[in-house]
């Protein structure tokens, strides 16, 4: 990863799909310490569906977003998905004439029946929060729902995923 971001001078890589329980994962394996001095400046920020429990070091779906260099510095602010379920993670970036644009790296699940697939993670998860809808219609329901409110603040919003 660190040699294809120099190589190609990217400032900005979504990751979707990590399959990785970060509450699970040794610190010295975590991105944010790999990552750790590849440059002069890096923000990082990730989701995973935290709705629940951790079972193993594996948990399918989940995203990562890293800013690096001088992009990094001018990052505003970073969130994730706010149901918890690891479906997105964002920045939002102060450029020129402090513009402000969002950059959203996001994953939606494939419908599996699979007891440890994020598609039934996040029936788990939609049904702790009294929502019964598919989770794959809830993704395109919340997703449009948070860029139409990215919109409304004026930010120009880029998805990846």
Known sequence: LRGTLLKHSIDVVGLSEVNKDWRL???????????????????????????????????????????????????VSMEEDSRKLGRWTSMVIRGKNQKLARII?????????????????QVVGLAKQNTMECPRKQFWIDLRSFIVRCQQSKEDVVIMG
């Not at 790999?34 to 948990?59: C, K, M, Y």
């Open 25 to 75: 994962i040794p610190q010295k394996e975590t991105m944010w310490t790999l990552t750790d001095g590849w440059f002069e400046h890096r923000r990082l920020v990730s989701s995973i569906n935290t709705l629940v429990a951790p079972r193993t070091s594996t948990q399918y779906g989940g995203t990562i977003l890293m800013a690096v260099n001088k992009l990094a510095y001018n990052i």
């Open 105 to 121: 790296c996001a994953y939606c699940p494939c419908k599996s029946t699979g007891p440890s697939s994020t598609y039934a993670l």
